[in-house]
């Protein structure tokens, strides 16, 4: 393990049979918590970085993300992208509501319990009603996905407002 994965990766704590992780601290790193009263708050906290034009988006992989080969699932993984990419397409695109239209997502490593993931996202094309997306997810520098998707403006957000660190995807 090098001094790069050793800030991204969690080490098992060998006393327990149910082993415990010790814990990352996204804070300390310059990450904040992001939640929300949705599906995000039963799968998160995701972890927010301000930047712009959008901010980073991270996730601490925990023992409920994993499947039952004991790595994190790729439906977490589906889901931390479209909410990455559409927050990103968000602060890109005026701050207006849209809706995910397409997610293409391309496992390429496995996410171990205890990895902090980071998506980087793009925008590639903005036009008036569409926006194409493309990412990686990644731990430390280890691409762990790829990712690219169409985002479309919709009219209106359906009653859905932004929290403290941004809106909903």
Not at 1 to 6: C, E, L, T
Request: charged content about 20%; proline content about 5%.
């Amino acid at each position: 393990v090098d001094g790069r994965a050793s800030c991204h990766r969690v080490p098992m704590n060998s006393t327990d049979d149910a082993p415990e992780r010790a814990s990352f601290d996204p804070a300390a790193h310059g990450w904040e918590s992001y939640t929300d009263d949705g599906f995000i708050g039963l799968v998160g906290p995701l972890w927010i970085r301000p930047k712009e034009p959008a901010p980073d988006f991270a996730f601490l992989a925990a023992e409920k993300h994993h499947n039952r080969r004991g790595v994190v699932q790729g439906g977490m993984l589906m889901t931390f992208a479209d909410r990455a990419m559409g927050m990103t397409c968000w602060y890109n695109n005026d701050r207006k509501p849209q809706a995910t239209i397409q997610l293409n997502v391309h496992f390429v490593d496995a996410v171990q319990v205890g990895e902090f993931v980071e998506a980087r996202c793009e925008v590639v094309r903005r036009t008036k009603s569409l926006v194409f997306m493309r990412g990686t997810l990644v731990v430390g520098e280890r691409v762990v996905a790829t990712l690219d998707g169409v985002w479309k403006a919709v009219r209106s957000a359906s009653g859905v407002t932004a929290p403290a660190g941004g809106a909903g995807a």
